[in-house]
């Protein structure tokens, strides 16, 4: 058996500063809220393709005018969802730095473009 002598290198170090670290970001993301609205959209899709009126089950109809069913809770639901989405959104954007006014505008912006795609729909 022969043994081969390798050349053994020294350690290589680096300096690594707390700085100089590149960090991944993370999203922290509310899983609750996630699973919350993948619920309300599959439940959406089912309400909006229930079948015929008379062949639907009545709980996938709204209700004529005393109670409600299932299908009743899918807007304030969806609407529940976005106001918690955009109080933790703002919250956060506000925490980073970001001006109020640049907010405002933006908010402005997104609002009035879903009313006009709203109005061509």
Not at 25 to 51: H, I, Q, Y
Not at 60 to 88: K, M
């Amino acid at each position: 058996m022969v043994l081969v002598a390798q050349a053994v290198r020294p350690p290589v170090r680096l300096s690594m500063t707390p700085s100089s670290v590149p960090l991944a970001k993370a999203t922290e993301r509310l899983v609750s809220l996630d699973a919350f609205r993948g619920f309300t959209m599959a439940l959406m899709v089912l309400v909006n393709n229930a079948g015929s009126g008379r062949d639907s089950y009545m709980q996938l109809r709204h209700s004529e005018w005393n109670g409600w069913t299932i299908t009743d809770t899918v807007f304030p639901s969806f609407l529940w969802i976005v106001g918690v989405a955009i109080t933790l959104s703002l919250g956060k954007r506000l925490d980073q730095g970001s001006p109020r006014g640049k907010l405002w505008a933006q908010v402005c912006r997104r609002s009035a473009i879903l009313f006009a795609l709203g109005l061509a729909v």
